[in-house]
């Protein structure tokens, strides 16, 4: 009885746990212009190459087992880093779609819950895909993929466009620009 209480216990706080990182410690935001500076771009095109299998398997051919290890370590590394910015952006994003729910206009509002949801899901595809990550610098003979975290940022950064745009007519493009 106890070890299941112990359990159970254990399980409620690792899920306060996720849910606290999953919304990102972001401070929220007072105006536009505060948002688009908190915000670091990411280059997709040069994250999507770092974690390319055919990339990967280039390097493998075409370099020894000690040199690919290397610069696969560093791929890697630079990997981890474009995610962390990712995820960071979506705790911002976050604050921006937890603003636009409280609009009186509807569609802002719907705008801004599928905001929330997708930057929420973005920090937790991030969480695991840095996890993988780091499992693949410390075992770099094993493949590592990172999923759809990719995808589902640029996605992430047209909703933040969207509803910055319908928040904020005129200024909201600025926002879009910098995702």
């Given at each position: 009885m106890?070890?299941?209480?112990?359990f159970v216990v254990v399980a409620l706080l690792a899920l306060l746990l996720l849910?606290?990182?999953?919304?990102?410690?972001?401070?929220?935001?007072?105006?536009?212009?505060?948002l688009t500076q908190r915000i670091r771009p990411v280059d997709i095109r040069a994250f999507r190459n770092l974690i390319d299998p055919e990339e990967e398997q280039f390097?493998?051919?075409?370099?020894?087992?000690?040199?690919?290890?290397?610069?696969?370590?560093?791929?890697?590394r630079a990997a981890v880093e474009y995610?962390?910015?990712?995820?960071?952006?979506?705790?911002?994003?976050?604050?921006?779609g937890e603003a636009a729910r409280h609009s009186p206009d509807p569609a802002i509002a719907e705008a801004g819950e599928k905001l929330v949801d997708t930057a929420i899901r973005l920090r937790l595809y991030g969480f695991q895909a840095m996890a993988k990550l780091?499992?693949?610098i410390l075992l770099p003979t094993v493949r590592i993929t990172p999923g759809d975290i990719?995808?589902?940022?640029?996605?992430?950064?047209?909703?933040?466009?969207?509803?910055?745009?319908?928040?904020?007519?005129?200024?909201?493009a600025r926002v879009s620009a910098t995702l």
């Open positions: 106890i070890t299941s209480s112990v849910m606290r990182l999953a919304k990102g410690n972001a401070p929220s935001f007072t105006n536009l212009e505060d390097l493998r051919v075409h370099l020894t087992p000690e040199e690919f290890r290397a610069v696969h370590r560093e791929r890697l995610v962390a910015c990712a995820a960071q952006n979506a705790a911002i994003l976050l604050r921006l780091y499992l693949g990719a995808e589902n940022y640029e996605r992430m950064g047209r909703l933040g466009g969207y509803v910055s745009r319908m928040q904020y007519p005129g200024k909201g």
